[in-house]
């Protein structure tokens, strides 16, 4: 049941878009240039990414310091951060009049220009940066103490060190940490839609949006939408391959003593930190600050769009959680499949799909926040499943036989055995699902509704007429209103738990 | 009466064979090297393992097909006995009615149980906070609850200290002998089978033997015994 309804939900609009591009011609030399630019973007923030996470993970490994465990956790935070408050920060910084012009302004330099290329890299670096050093940290926690110890006891140099001991560590994880970044920059939307464009900067996804809203050139979206198909399923494919068998999951922090390092070293590892802390910092503490002074005197636009996108968020939720626990529950191996589905859909694809499907039944512009709902529930879908899954399993495991041999089936096992001990996963998956689909500006932009807008298309509109200080004060409050609805389902998976 | 007709458990490449009947009433151990297949034999007969060949009855009647909890058997596993979400009173509820809908009767019924087991006023303390020998009686009030005619225990005590094994299985003889439940348990230890049991079987070499008094088999072990006894 579950899996026809993923079926639809997914492989409906998949068959939708290849249908309607099977009658529209061959993709255009533009194109293949927007084909050539994605596969390059994404290529370099993969290898920007990762060859930054390496030191950086490094001194943390092996480092101890007050706030160690404040900053590994903040490398969290910008999985959760919708995409356009992480470019609001940027800017802030970056930007025409950001803090960097301002300063080099101020010493009589000129001005930098972070649109196009290098701005969709560092946004992309500022995502997936947090994201390579936290697996790979996971890596440097896996290699066992004794090896230092022995390493120590020999007096080993550092290069030997290094390449006895880390490397065969990052040979095995770093292919498959490349592969996520690059499958996950190939969709990007939202990063390229505000710092890319034009000829030079455009990547499929954003031609995509182009054909729809410029153009209104259903076939050439379709196109497009199976071209973006193609490279996204084959890169998640490879991720797949590359990353396997390797725990994503989280591992106990235990310290791992290191005798290697000299005063240099210390200070090297102590400048990476500083560095990343900053990077990652910033962007943030000016949201805030900007935001901040503008929150109580922004637009009832702003508010409206507020509730809207709470509404986006809890449809969402409400659609993926359940589908997630229905395909988690039978007892067979689905998690990886639906990732890779999910994983080569990117939500402009889905989006156009749906718009094909539904066109012939009904105006697809009365339904947006509808599709974006489920569209958002879609692409939350795998991190749902991967957040539940494991747990179901450990609790069939250790209480399976208990309540057969007490025979608790159907909904007696489910009120008295599953659900109260899924609970926690179930909040940490709502939470996460929540907060996905509250930041998303994806499907949202492809046709918004005139009337109605979600707080991430609404501040795009508000930083696309220069309205800067209601863009910052709406950032501000999504930022809040994802990690609030982010806490507030986690929280009501804990408050159960005894 | 339970009958093991010609029973065959495998698995993987494991296998064991079984071809004896245990009275109503009756108490048996079985005894032998880890790894011999006391806790298939369990399983087999609890219904989470169905025979290769052969049958398990109960007063006549197959019990190939049945669900685990559909059968007269009630079973302490060796851990894990209670769901550490549960308060006790539900814990034991659950040997009433699975959906825990429980009648004024029910939760009469429940407090009476563990009073039984010395657990009078438990009712809402979750496991976490039990020791584990009160987490042992606990499970054993709903065993008792449970009315089953077969009691199965796969050593749910060896984890505790041998002066509370002892007192347990004290318990638990004054327990079915109230209730005139039947007993299977798994044991390590021979003082433990001539403490409760009438006859032992001894698991070795793939079979599940023929049960023998207790006494007598103790007194002159066979040579599988003998090799495990040292």
Known sequence: MAALGVAMLLLGPLGAVLWRAGGAGMPSPADWAALRFTVMQAALSAILSCGLAIPVARALARRRFAGRQALILLMGAPFILPVIVAIAGLLAIFGRNGLLNQGLALIGLERIDVFGLHGILLAHVFFNLPLAVRLLLEGWRGIPTERFRLAAQLDMPPGAMFRLIEWPMLRQRVPGILAVIFAVCLSSFAVVLILGGGPAATTVELAIYQAFSFDFDLGKAAVLSALQLGIVAGAAGLALVLARGRGMGGGLDRPVQRWDGGPWAARGDAAWIALTAVFIVTPLILVLVQGGATLLSMPLLVWQAAGVSILVALGSTLVAVPLAFALALPRRDVVEGVGLITLAASPLVLGTGMFLLIRPFAFPGNHVLVITSIVNAAMALPFVLRAISPELRAIEADYGRLADSLGMTGWARMRWLILPRLRRSLGFGAGLCAALSMGDLGVIALFPPPDAATLPLQIYRLMGSYQIEAAAGGSLLLTFLCFGLFFAFDRMGRDADT | ?230
Do not use: C
Not at chain 2, 71 to 83: E, G, K, T
Not at chain 2, 122 to 130: A, D, E, I, N
Not at chain 2, 209 to 217: D, H, I, N, V
């Open chain 2, 1 to 230: 009466m339970l009958t093991l007709d010609h029973l065959r458990l495998e698995q993987g490449a494991f296998s064991l064979t079984a071809n004896w009947t245990l009275a109503a009433g009756e108490t048996l151990a079985l005894i032998g090297p880890s790894g011999a297949g006391k806790s298939t034999l369990l399983a087999g007969i609890a219904g989470f393992l169905e025979p290769v060949a052969g049958r398990v009855l109960w007063q006549d009647r197959d019990l190939t097909g049945i669900a685990p909890g559909q059968r007269p058997v009630a079973m302490l596993f060796q851990d894990a006995n209670l769901f550490p979400h549960l308060d006790v009173a539900r814990n034991v509820g659950l040997g009433l009615r699975p959906d825990l809908r429980l009648t004024r009767e029910d939760r009469a019924k429940v407090g009476e149980a563990l009073d039984r087991v010395g657990l009078g006023g438990f009712q809402t303390r979750k496991p976490g906070s039990l020791s584990g020998g009160q987490q042992s009686r606990a499970a054993l009030a709903r065993a008792l609850v449970m009315r089953r005619p077969v009691l199965m225990l796969d050593e749910p005590f060896s984890a505790l200290g041998p002066a509370m094994r002892t007192e347990m299985l004290d318990l638990v003889r004054d327990v079915i002998g109230e209730t005139g439940a039947s007993l299977v348990m798994v044991t390590h230890d021979p003082g433990d089978a001539a403490r409760i049991a009438d006859r032992i079987s001894v698991v070795a070499d793939g079979v599940a033997a023929e049960p023998a008094p207790t006494r007598a088999l103790l007194d002159n072990p066979p040579e599988a015994l003998r090799d495990y006894l040292g």
